[in-house]
């Protein structure tokens, strides 16, 4: 997807919305165009003590063992991932992540690495969740065909129901020019449900997942009442 504007919204949507209703409200003012529409089964990985998450990342096995890392704004955004292709399913420490003779891919590997040795240091990726993700990309475009507005549809599905999402956000990009535009396909937006959320795309999907996130300690803490008997507590 390519844009002239790098200043973009971000909404979630009610996850129980059909995409033909959320595609019928822009219909009203825009052509719409599909130019995009893929749908990949993920495995979210993450250590035992949550590294990647308190780290600010997110990372997800794909298909055809891709490994995908994002930052915690950049959530689930193909154009804003790193990954590298061809991972062995063994791949579990970031010594792992060897290098391939694709240069971009080396390049790729190697900053996943980086990432992967500060977040984790000696500790091993592990499998968190699975599910479906699936993505589309809409041009909004006048009678002419001239887009006006970029539109991503991402959509979050448990594994073992691919028809009604748990999460799904909507991200508008605009187009240099045509920023009444963009604020016509907000207020679209904003009048089917969305709105957006005041803590992190990463939060949001762990919200959706039903996931939280255990600060991790090496000193367990046992609660134990005042006037529990000493015999008791043992």
């Not at 308190?54 to 955004?77: C, E, V």
């Not at 187009?175 to 939060?203: C, M, Q, R, W």
Request: glycine fraction near 4%; hydrophobic fraction near 40%.
């Amino acid at each position: 997807m390519k844009t002239l504007n790098t200043n973009y919204t971000r909404h979630l949507l009610p996850a129980s919305m059909a995409k033909k209703h959320f595609l019928d409200a822009f219909k009203q003012s825009f052509t719409v165009k599909e130019v995009l529409n893929t749908s990949e089964n993920f495995t979210l990985l993450d250590s035992f003590d949550w590294g990647l998450y308190n780290s600010g990342y997110i990372a997800m096995r794909l298909t055809n063992n891709r490994i995908s890392f994002w930052k915690q704004n950049d959530l689930l955004d193909p154009e804003l991932s790193q990954s590298i292709d061809n991972v062995s399913a063994k791949s579990k420490f970031c010594w792992d992540f060897f290098a391939s003779e694709n240069t971009e891919t080396e390049a790729a590997a190697e900053n996943i690495k980086k990432i992967l040795k500060k977040a984790l240091k000696l500790r091993a990726l592990s499998p968190v969740y699975k599910g479906i993700l699936k993505t589309q990309q809409f041009n909004l475009q006048d009678d002419e065909g001239k887009i006006l507005v970029f539109c991503q549809l991402i959509s979050i599905h448990a594994e073992d129901s691919p028809r009604i999402p748990v999460m799904r956000q909507a991200r508008l990009i605009p187009v240099t020019g045509y920023e009444n535009e963009h604020n016509k396909a907000i207020e679209l937006i904003e009048s089917l449900g969305g709105f957006i959320p005041t803590f992190t795309p990463l939060d949001s999907l762990m919200s959706a997942l039903g996931i939280t996130p255990q600060p991790y300690t090496i000193k367990p803490n046992f609660p134990i009442p005042a006037n529990m008997p000493a015999r008791e507590t043992i």
